[in-house]
């Protein structure tokens, strides 16, 4: 059973870049099988699709495309996500999730449990 | 870009059915997936490529998928199913994520 936790900190300044990392255990992060991604839920309301990775094949959403990295380190079995230029706006619990099928199939199987990221002075 | 559009809440008796749409532009040609959200908490998946259930999941949630809508249903509801329901697909490389349906159970 894949399980996947978010980390990085929990307040980012306005203009500056948020900066998360998702340690993957129970599966390799290699596995041919396996996209991950991040979502982001700002309080109160419903969740926002960031992006995916596959390999090192990434999708954005193009609202934030012009903001947004995702990248994954095979070597620590982590994924990342930057996103930079924030704004309040951007205040949000992040997730991190791993699914399989990819493209029509896309599914998010499992979540890390979410991090707040405040964007504040 | 693509849309899903979900009725913002849906009340259900304990013990009833209860069902949630959501609507896109030929749905039916794509998969849909569901997602269980309670307060504080991850979103668990429910259902995928429209009327799957993953290990674990209850019988009672079922979902189909034709035309333009997609629809989760729970047969005889439980006091522990009231949530937010959100479905996703995806179109063109994007995921996409319905705006949401909290479920009342009273």
């Known amino acids: 059973q894949l399980q996947l936790q978010e980390s990085g900190p929990g307040l980012v300044k306005p203009s500056e870049t948020l900066s998360l990392t998702c340690t993957v255990s129970?599966?390799?992060?290699?596995?041919?099988?396996?996209?991950w991604g991040w979502i982001r839920q700002p309080p109160g309301q419903g969740l926002e699709w960031i992006g995916t990775i596959y390999y090192s094949a990434t999708n954005y959403s193009p609202s934030l495309k012009s903001r947004v990295t995702i990248s994954v380190d095979t070597s620590k079995n982590q994924f990342s996500l930057k996103l930079s230029s924030v704004t309040a706006a951007d205040t949000a619990v992040y997730y991190c999730a791993g699914g399989g099928g990819g493209g029509l199939s896309t599914k998010f199987d499992y979540w890390g449990q979410g991090t707040l990221v405040t964007v504040s002075s | 870009s693509y849309e899903l559009t979900q009725p913002p809440s849906v009340s259900v008796s304990p013990g009833q059915t209860a069902s949630i749409t959501c609507s896109g532009d030929k749905l039916g040609n794509k998969y849909a997936c569901w997602y269980q959200q309670k307060p504080g908490q991850s979103p668990i998946l429910v259902i995928y490529q429209d009327n799957k259930r993953p290990s674990g999941i209850p019988e009672r949630f079922s979902g189909s998928n034709s035309a333009n809508t997609a629809t989760l249903t729970i047969s005889g509801t439980q006091a522990m199913d009231e949530a937010d329901y959100y479905c996703?697909?995806?179109?063109?490389?994007?995921?996409?994520f319905g705006g949401g349906t909290k479920l009342t159970v009273l």
């Open positions: 996703q697909a995806w179109d063109s490389g994007t995921v996409i």
């Open positions: 129970g599966g390799s992060i290699s596995s041919r099988s396996s996209f």
